[in-house]
Nanobody, 119 residues
Framework: QVQLVESGGGLVQAGGSLRLSCTAS????????TGWYRQAPGKQRELVATLTKDGRTNYADFVKGRFTISRDNRKNTIYLQMTGLEPEDTAVYLCNARWIRAIVDDSYWGQGTQVTVSS
């Protein structure tokens, strides 16, 4: 089992910045893929950004170069630096860690952190 704990959410004005953190309970963050997702009220969960174990990143189109995902293995933590926030970015942001397996991946989620962007 892996526990993921997010932090760093809050209320920010449009154009502002936030940095989200996700700390894992394992002694080393060895997941094949880690990532951030978000879910706004009444909407489906959507991918924001992912980071593979070998350092490859992938971002949703709506990120438009505003967000950066990174990792600090010594702290077992991944980050999502968000700049140029827009009201449409308001959502619960969730951290995910996934270990790829032959049949069913091992996937873990944090509880989420609320990001609210005011106009």
């Amino acid at each position: 089992q892996v526990q993921l704990v997010e932090s760093g959410g809050g209320l920010v004005q449009a154009g502002g910045s936030l940095r989200l953190s996700c700390t894992a309970s394992r002694s080393s963050f060895t997941a094949d893929v880690t990532g951030w997702y978000r879910q706004a009220p009444g909407k489906q969960r959507e991918l924001v950004a992912t980071l593979t174990k070998d350092g490859r990143t992938n971002y949703a189109d709506f990120v438009k170069g505003r967000f950066t995902i990174s990792r600090d293995n010594r702290k077992n933590t991944i980050y999502l630096q968000m700049t140029g926030l827009e009201p449409e970015d308001t959502a619960v942001y969730l951290c995910n860690a996934r270990w790829i397996r032959a049949i069913v991946d091992d996937s873990y989620w944090g509880q989420g952190t609320q990001v609210t962007v005011s106009s």
